[in-house]
Every structure is written in C-alpha cells, then in structure tokens.
T-cell receptor, first 112, second 111 residues
C-alpha cells in the first residue's frame, strides 16, 4: 500500500531560523495537503497542492509539489514560537476516493 | 471550528465494554471519516462514509463499527474495547477534493 514518508521526524530550531520539512511518496499523488497540529488538539488545514510544480505561500510558510507529484516540501521562513507543533502531509492516493493517507508527522519545536 | 464537533472529548473505559464516539457536523458535507492517531503510526483510517447509510472500511477497521443514519452524525463504536484501542480518535469531513476539516479529537483510554 502507498505510504507517505516525512522527514525529519522531529526538528528543534532557534527562533528566526528557516527550516524545511519533506514529504515523499513512492507513487504519484492526487492532491497533497499540509496540516498543522498543535499538541493535544485537532489538525488545521494549511495548504493544498494539486499540480506538478505548484507552489503556494501563506504568511511565512511556503509549500511546493515537485513536477512528478511525488514529493512535497514545506518551508518556514524566520520561524517563530507560534510555528511549533506537528506538521503532517496528507494525500489522496487514488484520484477521487478522498480516502487520505497521512505521513507520520514532523514535530517542530522553536526555541525563543 | 464549530462546523464539526466530537463527543466526548475524553473517555476512560474498562476492557470489554462497548464505547460509542460521536461526530456531528453542521456543514452538510457528504463524506465523513474516522481516524485514529498513534505515536509512530500517524493517522490511520478506521471507517468512512460517503453518504447516509453508506459506509466502508479503512485500513484498521477490526474491532470497530460505524453508523450514519443522518447526514450530520457519524458514530464510531468499539464493540468490546481493548487496550490496543487506547488512542486519539479524529473525525473529519469533506465535500470534495479540497481537503478535510478535522474535529478536535477524542482521547480514549482503555484500562
């Protein structure tokens, strides 16, 4: 079955530093979604990418999907303590089923 | 968001007892899902629904059943709770390919 691999599993950065989280699939993805989860809470939708080569930004977070639609990266510029949490990528492995699979998450800690 | 609520938020139950978790939505979305989240496994799909009385199994459905008698409610039942079902359970809703909206989760402990 298809899986999403996220790296790194955890990340500790100093406030103000940039960081990147990766999400890789062995198969083509039909829609790639990034979510953020604050500890002990639900998941908040960040961005959706559908087209190969697509890039989207929201505030200081930028997400990209590669041309083959098998890898996505999430980049945070000038990190802040408010960015701390767990970042998960999710994807629809078969177009139109809406039965998403998820990566295991990247736990981000930002030191003030 | 108020569009999806889960109840209860926390529950402790004994091994062997049945447990029902409720997911309620006010968005009139067609698709509803139950996931469980465990360390090292991420989110795994238990069951999902694509309409009233239309449900199907996910990858970890053993020991769980679901029902959807109304668009707004999706119930997850643990028929006889076991310690391996201690987890955080998330409900999600979706109308199309625009991603999920998640509930706040139910933390279930089976002792």
């Amino acid at each position: 079955s298809q899986e999403l691999e996220q790296s790194p599993q955890s990340l500790i950065v100093q406030e103000g530093k940039n960081l990147t989280i990766n999400c890789t699939s062995s198969k083509t993805l039909y829609g790639l979604y990034w979510y953020k989860q604050k500890y002990g809470e639900g998941l908040i939708f960040l961005m959706m990418l559908q087209k190969g080569g697509e890039e989207k930004s929201h505030e200081k977070i930028t997400a990209k999907l590669d041309e083959k639609k098998q890898q996505s990266s999430l980049h945070i510029t000038a990190s802040q303590p408010s960015h701390a949490g767990i970042y998960l990528c999710g994807a629809d492995p078969i177009s139109g089923t809406y039965k998403y699979i998820f990566g295991t998450g990247t736990r981000l800690k930002v030191l003030a | 968001d108020a569009g999806i609520t889960q109840s209860p938020r926390h529950k402790v139950t004994e091994t062997g007892t049945p447990v029902t978790l409720r997911c309620h939505q006010t968005e009139n979305h067609r698709y509803m899902y139950w996931y469980r989240q465990d360390p090292g496994h991420g989110l795994r799909l238990i069951h999902y629904s694509y309409g009233v009385k239309d449900t199907d199994k996910g990858e970890v459905s053993d020991g769980y059943s679901v029902s959807r008698s109304k668009t707004e409610d999706f119930l997850l039942t643990l028929e006889s709770a076991t310690s391996s079902q201690t987890s955080v359970y998330f409900c999600a809703i979706s109308e199309s390919a625009y991603g999920y909206t998640f509930g706040s989760g139910t933390r279930l402990t089976v002792v």
